[in-house]
C-alpha cells in the first residue's frame, strides 16, 4: 500500500476534520494521477507546521498543543478521488475550496481514521508501507467496518 506523511496538525484535520484537499507541489502530479481511485494510508509526521496550525485556527477549528497530536505514525487511510490544479480549483466539493492552496490538491474521499495508530517512519512524497505496517493497518480497517 502506497502512503503519504502529513505535517501535524494538518494530518489530524484530514482524518479526523473536514479537511479533504491535501496540497502537494506540481511535480507531484504524476504520480498522484496514477493513484487516483487508489487506497492509501495517511502517516502523521513528525514535523509540525506553525503556519498551518494558524490557518487551520482561522477556518473556527480548535488547535490543541503539539504535544496532544499523534506522530511518527500511521492514522488513517483515504482513496485519492480525484487530482486537481489550479484552474480547476472551482470544481471542488462545497467546503473544500478553502482548504485548496495547490498548485496541486489531492482530492480525498472514504477518509476513515484507525482506532491504534501505527508507528512508523514516513518519507516524502509517496511511499510503501512496510508489509507488516501494511498487514495491521488493514486488519485495523477491516474489523472497523465489521468485518
Known amino acids: 500500500m502506497r502512503?503519504?506523511?502529513l505535517s501535524q496538525p494538518w494530518?489530524?484535520?484530514v482524518v479526523h476534520g473536514?479537511?479533504?484537499v491535501e496540497n502537494r507541489k506540481a511535480n507531484l502530479r504524476g504520480p498522484a494521477q496514477e493513484l487516483v481511485g487508489v487506497r492509501i494510508a495517511l502517516h502523521a509526521a513528525k514535523s509540525?507546521?506553525?503556519a498551518g496550525a494558524g490557518f487551520i485556527a482561522g477556518r473556527g477549528l480548535v488547535v490543541e498543543a503539539r504535544e496532544t497530536y499523534v506522530a511518527g505514525a500511521v492514522i488513517g487511510v483515504a482513496t485519492i478521488e480525484r487530482v486537481v490544479g489550479l484552474a480547476e480549483q472551482g470544481?471542488?466539493?462545497s467546503g473544500q475550496s478553502q482548504w485548496f492552496f495547490g498548485p496541486i490538491g489531492l482530492l480525498l474521499?472514504?477518509?476513515h481514521a484507525i482506532a491504534k495508530p501505527i508507528p512508523c517512519r514516513g518519507f516524502l512524497g509517496f511511499w510503501r508501507l512496510p508489509e507488516a505496517i501494511e498487514v495491521d493497518l488493514v486488519a485495523q480497517v477491516r474489523e472497523a467496518a465489521g468485518g
Open 3 to 5: 502512503a503519504l506523511s
Open 11 to 13: 494530518a489530524h484535520v
Open 18 to 20: 473536514p479537511k479533504r
Open 48 to 50: 509540525w507546521d506553525p
Open 91 to 93: 470544481s471542488l466539493p
Open 109 to 111: 474521499a472514504d477518509v
